[in-house]
């Protein structure tokens, strides 16, 4: 790390911040609507958003600032193992061209903004629809915090973050500052903010990605030179754990693990509060189905960047903190200025996710417990108003997070809220598609899925940790090490047929179904289906 | 609604060619990047990038083609039943 701050690159930086900060504050005049005091408006943009705007949306949303920095961390520490992350975002669109459009029907026939509240619609239970608003947001609030530290490690590098012996605040002023920017655009654009200033996150991470993958090999001598340095430097042993560093390609022992965290983890995806409020703003279904066709131009750049990886080894990035090998790669091999630029995608990158995932969690707070528990006759005016808050409310607690704890919390707390946030795709996609399933039976599979997963989570050790040292361990019955959360999955959705089929005998009283078959595939211009629907919950009287 | 336990779709729908398809391009990423042992090897190496780095990303270009042609079939499948529908006059649920 060279010693001081980069003037350069910091300048660069502090103008992409500064001019997506004026486009956050002026996205509330974009395709503004007549009533903006209603959540629909605020958090999910007035559902109006096309093709182009929902790909923005959804790929600045799902390939944060911490993908960017740890799908290459993972790789430069360990090789293979990390690029699982590329099948991974393979499988998640055929997955999603199955069910998302069903999602989009039925909430946009009965005006869902959660997928809470189509839990309780569809099960007529308020109980699941508590469990999966609780998973959102507990599952949410880490993956905000991991923003941060994305922020963190981009300042760092540029000499701004301050030494260890710097005081506190000094060290810490430059996040504050980020974070409050990212807030106050936040409360007063809404969702639309996020997605104008996608457009700029998203054209500088190409620009970065596209110099990067040309510009770094021509002056490391070409990937043959890469790989052969890094399967060198995979080949030392590792004096912690007494086994090699890494491989180029997983040995049999591996290949279970990486093939479950890719499948688990794509599970996973679309379970996320925030991943399903950027659908939810698409215009109509055919949006989403388009969106599967074009979304994997990301998964490529990610694929790209993954390989900077070796990159990083190669070029002889030695860092202590993996998450910072990235921001170093960048510093070591372009010039100041466009390191500037690579350093202002990472913190634009990190600030949309960051943004629409405190949306999302905050229309979960608010519509599924709020108002289902709290308030039940809330105006659109108190709803929306409380959404804002609450979203203030969450990011605070990922700053308070992020400065006072280590950042391995914000990791292992990440680690969780993926294999928690899978335990509600029965609930969920299960709903889509069949009413078969018991909502007591659901309820019983969920627990039993997060209390496994925590568990088998917490027994994790490794070199450096006691617990919470990874997120695979070995699957009962089989043998194999494979990822926890499917396998929690799995118990979950067993606990959740044989329940169903005993309450079902038992005649336990079913919750009453509030949709209809021909919700789940009705499209924009069909009977019912209104660009706009006001909040339409029972309690909501006008 | 009926909550039989047999009754998988209120719609159920016919399965036709055109729908195996359909699933079969949906299926198919799921098989191939699963299957890890098939990929899991360093040649042949392309432009100095191994096997098992470039053919995952060769499957996001193959996915990707197969999920938009899922999503053609689809569109076509979804207008030839409307128009039968509507010209038997409505088909049963």
Avoid at chain 1, 221 to 250: C, H, M, W
Avoid at chain 1, 300 to 307: I, N, Q, T, V
Avoid at chain 1, 418 to 431: E, R
Wanted: glycine share 10%.
């Amino acid at each position: 790390m060279k010693d001081g701050v980069n003037g350069v690159a910091l300048a660069v930086f502090i103008f992409f911040f500064l001019a997506v900060t004026v486009m956050g504050f002026m996205a509330a005049r974009w395709r503004k609507a007549e009533n903006e005091h209603s959540l629909d408006e605020w958090g999910l943009g007035g559902r109006s958003f096309g093709t182009w705007i929902t790909w923005f949306l959804l790929g600045g949303d799902l390939y944060t600032a911490y993908t960017f920095v740890a799908v290459p961390a993972a790789i430069y520490a360990a090789g293979a193992a990390g690029f699982f992350a590329v099948p991974y975002t393979i499988l998640v669109y055929p997955l999603i061209f199955t069910f998302l459009p069903r999602l989009w029907s039925v909430s946009h026939r009965h005006g869902y903004v959660t997928t809470s509240d189509f839990v309780r619609g569809r099960f007529g239970s308020k109980g699941l629809s508590l469990a999966v608003a609780l998973t959102g947001i507990l599952a949410t609030m880490p993956y905000i915090a991991l923003q941060l530290v994305g922020i963190q490690a981009v300042l760092d590098v540029m000499g701004v973050g301050g030494g260890e012996n710097t005081n506190w605040f000094i060290k810490d002023l430059p996040l504050l500052i980020a974070f409050g920017v990212l807030a106050a655009y936040t409360y007063s654009s809404g969702l639309r903010a996020p997605a104008l200033i996608a457009f700029v996150k998203d054209t500088l991470i190409y620009i970065v990605i596209a110099v990067a993958i040309i510009y770094i090999p021509i002056k490391l001598g070409g990937f043959d030179d890469i790989f052969a340095k890094a399967s060198e430097a995979y080949g030392q042993t590792n004096p912690a754990t007494g086994a090699p560093r890494g491989a180029l390609v997983p040995g049999d022992a591996n290949q279970w693990t990486y093939a479950t965290l890719a499948l688990g983890s794509a599970l996973a995806l679309f379970m996320y509060p925030h991943s399903i409020t950027a659908t939810l703003s698409s215009k109509s279904r055919e949006v989403i189905r388009r969106n599967t066709t074009i979304l994997p131009l990301y998964s490529l750049m990610l694929g790209l960047l993954a390989l900077l990886g070796f990159m990083a080894i190669a070029a002889g990035v030695k860092v202590q903190n993996g998450q910072l090998a990235i921001p170093q790669l960048f510093e070591t091999m372009f010039p100041d200025w466009f390191a500037g630029v690579a350093f202002a995608a990472i913190g634009i990158g990190a600030l949309v996710p960051a943004a629409i995932m405190s949306i999302a969690a905050a229309n979960l707070f608010t519509r599924n417990i709020y108002k289902d528990f709290i308030k039940p006759d809330a105006t659109p005016a108190q709803e929306t108003k409380v959404s804002k808050l609450v979203s203030l409310l969450v990011k605070v607690g990922a700053l308070v997070f992020v400065l006072t704890m280590d950042k391995t919390v914000a990791i292992n707390f990440q680690l969780l809220g993926g294999i928690w946030i899978l335990q509600t795709f029965p609930a969920l996609v299960g709903g889509l598609f069949t009413r078969w399933c018991h909502r007591w039976a659901l309820l019983a599979g969920w627990a039993v899925g997060m209390i496994y997963g925590t568990v088998a989570a917490w027994n994790v050790s490794s070199p450096t940790q006691k617990h919470f040292g990874g997120s695979s361990a070995e699957i009962p019955g089989i043998g194999e090490i494979g990822y926890i959360g499917l396998t929690a999955f799995v118990l979950n959705v067993a606990v959740t047929v044989v329940l169903t089929f005993v309450l079902r005998a038992a005649k336990a009283p079913d919750g009453i179904d509030e949709t209809k078959p021909s919700d789940y595939t009705a499209d924009a211009g069909d009977a019912g289906v209104q660009v706009e629907l006001p909040p339409a919950t029972a309690g909501s009287s006008h | 609604m009926s909550n039989a336990p047999d009754v998988k779709s209120p719609e159920t729908p016919a399965v036709t060619p055109v729908r195996v398809v359909i699933a079969l391009f949906l299926f198919a990423p799921f098989v191939a990047m699963l299957w890890v042992g098939s990929y899991a090897k360093t040649d042949p190496a392309f432009i100095g990038i191994p096997f098992f780095y470039w053919y995952q990303m060769a499957w996001v270009l193959i996915s990707t083609a197969l999920t938009a042609a899922a999503y053609v079939l689809w569109q076509r499948d979804q207008r030839a039943r409307r128009s039968a529908r509507s010209e038997d006059g409505g088909v049963a649920q």
